[in-house]
Structure formats: structure tokens, C-alpha cells
């Protein structure tokens, strides 16, 4: 297992070495000048030579490259262009909110996603089945800016029962900002419950009709113990990788969510970056959620091995 | 029930009683019968309309008793078990009738009274024993668990696992106790789900299929086991199995199912050696017995298909594909007939002409030439192949110095368990399987490229695989007509009006029409499906084509088809076979040459006759003495005991010595490798044992069994 562990933990690295390379691709090499590009065609020639000096745009490719290394490393990624505020600062106020909403809405995702489709799974076929998989099926189906204006339609402004934005009071509890944040959260439910519903409906289906369900039936128990210790353990194997893949989109993804609930989180942060050619804020975001969507996965590929015998020792032979 | 009565058609003229019609339930007391099954109808919702599956099924096991249900797939086998045990899908419903363990009904009790049936009074067994087990559970809590729900505690019931464990004789039952499902052999698997089924000392056993997908050693073993724990238990036994030979083997009796009636019935060996229905005619037929051979005779068929579930058959379920039917079978159903002296039901056939079922012509009799010529150079030689896989730092012999050859017209059998390296080696023929440096894989004389990429496309075209499962073979979007155009363009370049042609004459010599060739695969039957997929190797006009277990997922009137197909084929076209197969009878239909393979080495090569007549090398007379087989052979006693070794990690000196019940006392055969050597002209082996010395010790055997 800690050889498995390591192994994993070497890969994400490597992931996210070439992740910095693209990166920096994306970022230095594609514009090719980016002080031009920030100031636009008409920008006289010594203004762009300037900017292109100021930034360190100016020097080798290598040198520019080891920079952003050095900046993973010491958690130091310059300034932004935009608004001269050091780039960790800003990533670290919009991460915080990011990470407030995303937690919030995994945490009342998850257990519905998988209850309901549990759920669905047992009434395969019937009414109940019907409706949970209808309604996730529309919820993933209609855009996330759709849900949440009918969301601030329903719950703020007829029934005027949650705060129509995300902006807490300056220095609220936890709960407070819950309570802020339960809306947008909610229009996440809506569009994530469809994925997990649906793979925790088919991981059930594909674990009851499979023969050890049916030998553990044959023993005389309840379908209730059946279900406890043969199924659930096997059925839920594939919902864990999709609750990670989700991780990554709720952390840096949201930007209409972002927007309309006036969160200042980081799918704002990083289109408005990538619109002002703000090149270290997004550098850094996409990095941030590059890590944060490995992290997941990692995590998920752990508990995944950890659950499954047969990834766990086939790991360490 | 109905009365006894005479029939009226036929004179009572010849020396057997007249036909009386019988009640198939007769002498079975419902409330003391392991099983009894009476008039089951059984339909499955299909699309909201209900479809019958089961028409009608009535028998009885006894207690102590085993009792075999043979037919082919879709026959209704299964469905009955399953209803028996309150085990239907959730679209399948008994419309009527009643199934009784131990004298209660299954069919009309509530689930919590069906939940103790399954605990106390009925156990099941179940074809794939892999997908029996938790894949995410340790085998000693799985085994563990089935005492708990009897009431043991925690402790108690661990060891009361692991004296099961050792009941089913497996090696080291501690350590497989610590084991997940996954590190098990396929045989010990079996053996863990059988120990979980005897935890509640069932009165009735349900096998499905329990050792199809079994090696035959394997299967020999597992069905050893059953026998004589059914002698310790006192357990009856319902044994579900598509192989005749498996029911043979176990049961006393055998009901013969066919479209969701049992249409024979009586002792497993009357029944065998004297079918009187049709279908059991047809069935028996469609095998490959008595050491028949593809030059000496075709194999029967059963023509026709099996009625669409649901389909209407008021009268005999059988008359569509009967060679003796008239129009009384349209028109009359059928009576229970009674067989023999015997009227209490015990041994009847639902059918109107019994008497005229020993005029059903056998298929008809080849001059028994072997076309193939001796004398001529083979087609495909290989030298020295290896094939070693690497893992983990490990290096797995899959393939050790293999010396083979090929001639033209000929049939080469390659037999051996799993992981002997039979498939490795089919592989490397095609290319598929790059051998090691220093191997040679040699058609015509000319040394061909380890991969097929870099063949010649002459080359690619000559060699062709016929595969064991059509439906994954063949690309199910495509049309018949587009696999076998694109494999005529892809082997051959011919395009456009002269494709078609020989489109025509391809699909004429696989015996498919041209309303098949616009139809999908999904929309054929296993067994057109194989035609098309031969007619796929066969478009190129290989001259050799390897057919991995071709067969294996067919039943076996569809098996018979194919074979006879393969046959004439080679007859007409002179094309080479590498054939694969588990099942000794087929491969000796079709073989002139059979190799024997262990642990990638070959262990014997010869013609096929001297390889079955013996003397064998121990290995093969093992494997030989494994089929159980449909005519009752002698019981011979060759077993092989423990697993097959680890390829990683072979035994020193004869790879088989762990395992050879005629290992040598000398030791010799711990330390040296026996050569391969010429025993006989054409016949090589590879045993310390001089051919003369086995032949003594072989023909002792038979004399005493």
C-alpha cells in the first residue's frame, strides 16, 4: 500500500510538472509578445519594450520558465498586471470562497446524489426510479445559469426565504456564511445530482443483479443485510471517481454560479484575468486548480484501492 | 392427470407393450420430495407482454437423490431452477403450477418463509464461481458468514469455516481463509462456493453449469467432490449442465428439457444408452462419440431453430425440427408415454411415435480416406519458439522451445489446461505474439516477422483466426455484407462486381443465404454468427486458420453444424487447422495431429490416433481420463491432484513431476528434463518412462477398471 501511495504521489507530481509546462506554454509562448498583446496594435513601440522589460517578458524563455518554478515553490508568483496585488494574495481570498461553496455543495451533493440513487436503483423500473433519474437527468441538462436565476426567482425573491447574493456581512460565523452560500450551493445540487444519481443508480443496479448478490440471498438473509455488507461496498466503486472529477469543475468551473451570486471566487478571478491578459494571476489559478483536481483524484484512486482488494493488491505485488 | 390410456394409432405388433400414457409425477410424494416440480409454467415479461417460458414442467428429486435437467440453451433449465428457489428476474412470474422443497411451496410463500427455505433447507452452486464470490470480501468472513445467519457466533462460525474449507479438500484452508475471491484458481473458487452451499447441511443441492468454464482436471475434481459429498451428506442433488457427460456422471436420473417441457425422461444411463425421444436422439447424436473422425462420417444436426420464447405450441413443443413428425404431432399434443416394462412414471417420452424413433437415419458415412497427403512439405514449421512474458521483474515462461509443423489439409489439435500456453502459441502464429530472439515461425520455407505489421500482406492473407466468441469477434455495426466485403477487399484487393461474386461463392461455402447478408450480427444466432465469422478467415483463402475454442460457446447441435462445416471446408480447399479446444471429443474429431502442452512445453505430438489410443504420456492420460464421459466409459482413476505450477516459477526436471501420479521412484524425473523423443514413427513424448513400460502400466488400468 505505501509503495502504491508513493507511486501515486510520484505520478501526480509528474502530472503536475507538465501541467507548468503547458501552462507556460499557453501563457508566454502562444501571444509571443506579451506586452503587445496587453497594450494592443496601436501601442507605440517603446511603451510594448518597456511593459515587456517591467514584466521580465523580455528575457530568455528558460529564464521566464524557472521563474514560474521558483514561484511554485516559494508560493510567489509576482504581481498582478492588473491591479499590482500580489498574485498568491488574490488567489488566496477568491480560493477561500471557492473552496467555501465547492465544500458546501459536495457535502449536500454527495449523500443525496448517492441516497437517491440507491434509491432509484432498489426501485429500478417504478415510479420512484423514474422520477429521481427524470430529475437528474433535466437538472444536468438545463445550464447552471438557468437553475440558479429560477433559484433567486423561487426561493429570494418569492418566497424571500435565502439571500439572493453571497455576500456575507465582513466578519460572519461559518454558519452565517452557509447560509449565504446554501443558494448558489443549491444550484450546484441541481446540476450535479443528475452525475452521481446516475452512477450510484448503475454501480446498485450492476452489484444487485451481479451472482455474490445472489449467493449472499442464498444464505437466507435479509435483503437489508444484503445490501449492507454485499452491495453498497461494491456498487459505490465507480461514484467515487466522478465525485473527484467534480471536485475539480466545483473548485475553479463556476463561473455563472460566480457571477450571479456575486461570490468572488476563482472562476471569476480567472476570466477576468484571461480577459485583462492578466498572465501571472492565470498561471497560478489554473495551477492551483490543476492541484486541487490531482489532489481529488489521488484521493479517490486511494480510497478506490483501499475498498477494492483487488487494485490494492495487484499495488503491491 | 391424465388416464392411462392405449394409444390407438399404434398396433401393439411388435414384442413391447403398447404405449401408455403416464402420470410423469406418479409415485412422488409432494411432501417428501427434495424438490417436487409440478406443472410449472413460468413467463417472462417481455415489453409488458407476458412470454412463456416454462410450459408445463412436472418431476421430482428424491431425497438423496441426484437428478440431472440437460437440454440446450434457452431450453428452460435454469429458469426452472431459479423458480424453484423464488430466484426469477423481476419481469418473470409463475402463471402456474407449484414447486415444493422439502414439502413447502416456494412459489405462493412469503419472502420472509422463502428466507428460511434458503437458510436451512436448499443451497446453490452456480456456473462462474468468480462472479459467485465478493470480489471486496476475504473468503473466510464470505464462508464465515453463511454459519453466522445458522445462528453461530463470531468465533464458533470461523471455525466452522475452516473445517468446511477442509471439507472441500482445499490445500492450506487457514491461508485461503485470509484470501480474497481474486487469488484463488478458478477450481478452489468453486470449492469455497460449494463449502458456503453444505454450511446449512442443505436436503437439496441446485448446481447450475457448476463446472462449465473448468478446466476438464478441474472438473473431474469438482465433480469427485460433489459425489462423494452427496455420499457424506445425504444431500439431493439438482444438477443443471448443458455437458451430458456431467449428468451422466453424477445423476441417477435425467430429465431431457426442451422449449420449457421435459420431454424424456427416466435413469441417467437408460436414458443415454436408449433415448427415445427425437430430440434426446438428436442431441446424443450431435456429438462427437465413440472416437468418430472427420473422414469417417458427418456429424447429426439438429436442423431448424429453437421456438422464439412466447411462440404458440399447442401440440408437440419438439414437431418443427422433428425428422419423424406427421401430421397427427400438428394436430394431437403429445401423451406421456411410458418406456419399458416400468409404468410408474419414472421413464417416459412425450412423443407419438416412439417406436419409429430407431428409424431416424444417422448422417451419413464418409469413405473414411484421409485426403491430406503424408508425404509433402509442411506448410508452417516453427523452431524453437519461446515466448516469455515480463512482469514485475519476473520473467513467465509462456512458451519453452516449441518444435511444430503443419501440413497442408491437415488439422493440428492443440490440447492442454488452462495456461499451458495453447493460445500463447496460436498468437504467435498469427503474428500477434512477438516470440523471443532465436525463434522461428516458418510458412513455406520462408522465416516470417514476429508481428503481423511487418508480414508480407501474402503472408497476413494465408494466415486467419477463427475466434471462440463470435459475437465480440464481429463488429456489430456493421452488416454481414460489409464484414465480409471489407475482409474480401482488405485480403485479397479485389473490388466492385467481381467482389460480389466471390461475395456469393463465400457466403455458399459457410451455408449462408443472401437474405443473411443485410442483417447485424445481433440479429443473428450463435451459430450463424461463427459462419459469418469463418467466412471472414476463410475470405482470403487462407491456407491455414488457426480456430481457438470455435465451438465452446455453441450448443452442441450448433457445435455439430460447425464442425461438419470446418470439415467439408478443408476438404475442399486444402486449408491447414491449428485448432483449440477443451473438449477431447471435438478435437479429436477434427485433429490428424494433436500436440499436448504443459506449462508451455510440449509433452506429446502425434497423430491423433496413437495421441487417444495410447500408450499416452501421463499428463495426456490424465487429461483423457478427466471427461466424464456421455457413454458411462470405464472409471478410470487418473486425478491430478494440486494446481497447476506457476509458469514464473516451473518445477525443475519434467515440469509435470508435481503432479504425475507415475512419477519414477529413481528421482530422475525431479531433477532432468525428459527430452522430446520419436516413440513411435511421427510420435513424440517426452517422459522418462520407456513407451513400453507405460504401455504395461496403461493397459493394467483399463484391465481393471
Redesign the interface.
Known sequence: MVVYVLRRLALAVVTLFLLTLIVFAISNVLPQDVARAILGPFAPAESVAQLNKQLGTDQPLLVQYWRLLKGIITFDFGTSYQSGQPVTELIGQTLSNSAKLAILALLLTVPLGVVGGIAAALRKGRLADRVIVTLGLAGSAIPEFVTSTFLIFVLGLKLNVLPVLATWPEGSSIGTQAYYLLMPSLALVLVYFGYIARMARAGTIGALEADYTRTATMKGMTRAKVLRTHVLRNALLPTISVVATQTGYLFGGLLAVEVIFNVNGLGRLLVTAAKAKDLPVLSAGVLVIGTIYMVATLLADLLISYLNPRIRLAANA | MTDPMIDPLHDNDSAAAAPVAVDPLAGSDPATAALHVENLEVDFLVRGIPRRVLRGVSFSVRPGESFGLVGESGCGKSTTAYSA?G?LP?NGRVAAGRALIAGKDVTSMS?SDL??V???D???V?Q?PG????????IGMQVA??FT??GASKAEARDRAFEALRRVRISDPRGVMER?P??LSGGMQQRV?IA??L??DPKLLVLDEPTTGLDATVEAEVLDLVESLREDTGAAVLLIAHNLGVIRRICDRVGVMYAGKVVEQGRAAEVFDNPSHPYTVGLLRCLPRHGARKNDRRLDTIPGFLPQIGESLPTCVFVDRCPIATDLCRTDAPPVVALGADTSGARFARCHHIDKVAEIAPAGLLDGTDPGAREVEPILRLEGVNVTFHQ?RRSIHALVDVNLDLRPGETLGLVGESGSGKTTLAKTILGIQQPDAGSRVVLDGVPLEGSTRKRPQDARRSIQIVFQNPDSALNRAQSVRAILSRALSKLTGITGNEADDRLEVLINHVRLTPRHLDLKPRQLSGGLKQRVAIGRAFAGDPRIVVCDEPTSALDVSVQAAILNLLADLQRDEQSSYVFISHDLGVVRYLSDRIAVLYLGRIMEVGPAADVFAGPHHPYTEALLSAVPSVDGAPETRIRLDGEVPSAAAPPPGCVFHTRCPRRLESGICETEVPPLVEVEPGHRMACHIPLEELRGLQAAETVQA
Open positions: 428457489l430466484l423481476d419472502s428466507r428460511q434458503r437458510l436451512n436448499v443451497s446453490m452456480y462462474d462472479a459467485a464470490l465478493n470480489p471486496t470480501l476475504k458468514e453463511a445467519m445458522l480474497y481474486h487469488q462456493v458456503m452451499a454450511a446449512n514485475n
